[in-house]
């Protein structure tokens, strides 16, 4: 069974900094099927990313994803007060267990 | 506009049953596969079931095997889950989620309901 885990658990950060999480599959996983989502407090998640890279509709460009096989990553550029949420990975519906980014 | 409306969440004791729905609106329902995803209180995304746009397909994480069934009825463009068997730890909002693409299933979900909360508990 292929585990996602992410890191670090949780990000402390200021407006304006870059933010990169990570997000590590126990086995190769094709890019095809890896994503990421956003979810603030009390509300349903919201794609960012899909195919590893590509930025899902209405997402600002300050969001990135990167990698391939085992290792992915999600940047944001530089962070809105907007941005401080809570983030998973996703692989073929296993979800990584979030990394929350938090106002330092 | 695409909309997910969830029902069917409440109070249930264990071993008991719920069935949950999601109304569909706003895209070609039988084109894409479906996910309910939940979160149990202050705990992250766990998926759950998909099925394929047909129906033809299921698929089902191993902690509701045989006690969960995923199903879809295309021309009510309703989705449904069974829920039979339940236990303490199926405590949770659920959600129900498209997928992206026509191309599914891949469970990479776009759009997303509210979710309804489901509570097993004495």
């Known amino acids: 069974e292929i585990v996602l885990t992410q890191s670090p658990g949780t990000l402390s950060l200021s407006p304006g900094e870059r933010a990169t999480l990570s997000c590590r599959s126990s086995q190769s996983v094709s890019s095809s099927y890896l994503a990421w989502y956003q979810q603030k407090p009390g509300q349903a998640p919201r794609l960012l990313i899909y195919d590893a890279s590509s930025r899902a509709t209405g997402i600002p460009d300050r969001f990135s994803g990167s990698g391939s096989g085992t290792d992915f990553t999600l940047t944001i550029s530089r962070l809105e007060p907007e941005d401080f949420a809570e983030y998973y990975c996703?692989?073929?519906?296993?979800f990584g267990q979030g990394t929350k980014v938090e106002i330092k | 506009e695409v909309q997910l409306l969830e029902s069917g969440g409440g109070l249930v004791q264990p071993g008991g049953s719920l069935r949950l729905s999601c109304a569909a609106s706003?895209?070609?329902?039988?084109?894409?596969?479906m996910t309910w995803v939940r979160q149990a209180p202050g705990k992250g995304l766990e998926w759950v079931s998909g099925?394929?746009?047909?129906?033809?397909?299921?698929y089902y994480t191993d902690s509701v095997k045989g006690r969960f069934t995923i199903s879809r009825d295309n021309f009510k463009r309703t989705l449904y889950l069974q829920m039979n068997g339940l236990r303490a730890e199926d405590t949770a909002v659920y959600f129900c989620?498209?997928?992206?693409?026509?191309?599914?299933?891949?469970?990479?979900?776009?759009?997303w309901g509210q979710g309804t909360l489901v509570t097993v508990s004495s």
């Open positions: 099925i394929s746009g047909s129906g033809g397909a299921t």
């Open positions: 996703q692989q073929y519906g296993r």
């Open positions: 706003g895209f070609t329902f039988s084109s894409y596969a």
């Open positions: 989620a498209k997928d992206w693409t026509t191309d599914g299933p891949l469970f990479v979900c776009d759009h």
